[in-house]
């Protein structure tokens, strides 16, 4: 979403709701090798409905993170999600990209709903629309400045320099398409399970179809176990992490109402594009994010949708030395950190 001269290496941040995620990279020829990778906590309620909440103390713990990982790099790629962007894909008349930056501001009023001067936008050709030549396919975001305005801020207070701003869903994309080789002809769904958020991007050949936002994700385990068994959001919060190793059949039971809600709301999304997409059916699903290690979810999925599931591995093809990263550990984050890898790999410069 912003645009400059260099290609310098950036430093992947994921500000979540619950923690802070940070990746950092670097680009062997086309291979990634893996420098950095960690997670910390975020102070309860410090982010709420992807505001922020309380910025000193999430610029605290941005710098903890980073400088605890001597980490020299200034510049960060973060990525933003939920009611803080809008993703449209509109159809316009074919034009050169040129000429469509000049329109795309007049183009895109009608799309969204705030003041066109309070926005930053962009916007990607993805293909010519399949009904009539002479149309295109554009897939066209935006986010309100104040938002944007709020991340720049947190950044600069811990000292880092805010250069690229991209969307949790492409992010995932991107960690995806470095590390599974699906084939061109396959239709994947990607759906990375937040703390608060879920974002589903079905994708085919690297072009997005459909996305789609919806506001719930693993706090909604948390907030129901503490509802229906009476405990402390600490422990709803350690039961929901150990329920795979632990046979409380109350515990269990809401796991398993809560897993039918978030799976609801993910057929609801796939069958919406399924109706509308003629024969290009989605043919596999692939989570990521924290919520996707709740007990049984990933099997409910399949069960639910009929479809394959696998959990991405956003470290399946980076280079690293097992003598800095332990590669059992590697794999326990490794659903956490799809958006962390997703934005590691941007560069100071890319559109």
């Not at 399949?130 to 975001?141: A, Q, T």
């Not at 959990?311 to 590697?330: Q, S």
């Amino acid at each position: 979403m912003f645009l400059f001269k260099k290609k310098k290496e950036v430093i992947g941040i994921d500000v979540g709701s619950s923690s802070v995620k940070l990746v950092q990279l670097k680009d062997n020829k086309g291979s990634y090798q893996l420098l950095n990778a960690g997670i910390i906590a975020l102070p309860p309620e410090a982010i709420v409905d992807n505001s922020l909440m309380d910025s000193a103390s999430i610029a605290a713990t941005i710098k903890n993170l980073v400088s605890s990982m001597g980490i020299k790099v200034k510049d960060v790629a973060c990525s933003i999600s939920g009611n803080s962007v809008i993703i449209r894909k509109i159809i316009l008349p074919a034009m050169p990209q040129e000429e469509l930056e000049d329109q795309i501001t007049w183009e895109a009023e009608q799309y969204i709903p705030f003041d066109i001067n309070d926005v930053n936008m962009d916007f990607q050709i993805l293909s010519p629309d399949s009904h009539d030549p002479s149309k295109m396919n554009v897939l066209l975001v935006a986010s309100k400045k104040d938002i944007i305005n709020d991340y720049v801020s947190v950044f600069n207070e811990a000292g880092l320099h805010l250069c690229v701003v991209d969307v949790d869903s492409f992010s995932v994309q991107n960690a995806f398409e470095i590390n599974h080789d699906v084939g061109a002809d396959a239709i994947v769904s990607l759906i990375n399970i937040g703390a608060s958020v879920m974002n589903i991007n079905v994708v085919k050949d690297g072009i997005t179809l459909f996305t789609r936002d919806v506001q719930m994700g693993g706090n909604l385990y948390t907030e129901e176990i503490q509802k229906q068994l009476g405990i402390s959001g600490h422990d709803a919060e350690s039961g929901k992490m150990l329920a795979n190793e632990t046979n409380n059949k109350p515990l269990l039971d809401v796991l398993i109402k809560v897993n039918e809600t978030i799976i609801q709301e993910i057929r609801r999304s796939l069958d919406f594009y399924n109706s509308t997409a003629s024969d290009d059916r989605i043919t596999s699903i692939y989570v990521s994010g924290g919520g996707s290690k709740v007990y049984k979810l990933i099997d409910m999925i399949t069960e639910k949708t009929g479809l394959p599931v696998e959990t991405i591995n956003p470290f399946a093809t980076l280079k690293y030395n097992e003598k800095d990263f332990d590669p059992e550990y590697l794999q326990e984050i490794g659903p956490l950190m799809a958006v962390p890898v997703g934005l590691a790999i941007r560069r100071v410069g890319d559109k």
